[in-house]
């Protein structure tokens, strides 16, 4: 008896309250503000990630001579624009060993500026950019080791960005 009172009482408050429902009711035009969302454009936006126009000619490159007295052979590398702006394609060369690479450049907000310069064995080289302040950053190693030629990345590189949001009401 005393759940049956309690479930009629439940019941009938849930009536109440469901009757009470104003989602059909109108909404005064003059009570509505908008809400608008002020947001700051990213630096990293100054530069498209497209290329209006791909150079055909190499944008960075190395070479040496192996000193074969036979042929004339060479270590060489170089790097390719690509439609992508901060991809670059890496065109290798050791003797008649070649190879491809592909090379993703951070975006600083910058154009990208790719530079590649001599290693410390014979034949190698590192690849890098020139970063905002116009400081060489290390990137990719191309080096030949035991007549095979190798690619090492020796550090990677991540940009954040953060954009700040105002709600203005």
Not at 91 to 111: A, C, H, S, V
Not at 114 to 120: A, E, R, S, T
């Amino acid at each position: 008896m005393k759940y049956r009172v309690l479930n009629f009482c439940l019941l009938v408050v849930l009536i109440l309250n469901s009757c009470n429902n104003n989602s059909g009711s109108t909404v005064n035009p003059a009570a509505v503000t908008k809400d608008t969302t002020v947001t700051s454009p990213s630096p990293l936006d100054a530069v498209p990630q497209k290329r209006d126009k791909v150079k055909e000619e190499a944008v960075a490159s190395f070479k040496v001579t192996t000193g074969n007295p036979l042929n004339d052979w060479y270590f060489k590398v170089e790097l390719y624009e690509t439609p992508t702006t901060f991809h670059y394609l890496l065109k290798m060369q050791y003797e008649e060993i070649r190879g491809t690479d592909t090379l993703k450049l951070p975006n600083f907000g910058i154009w990208p500026e790719p530079v590649i310069k001599k290693g410390n064995e014979p034949f190698s080289c590192i690849i890098g950019f020139m970063d905002k302040d116009k400081k060489f950053r290390e990137y990719k190693k191309v080096y030949v080791k035991n007549n095979v030629l190798k690619v090492t990345t020796l550090k990677h590189y991540t940009v954040y960005a953060w954009k700040k949001e105002v709600v203005e009401k």
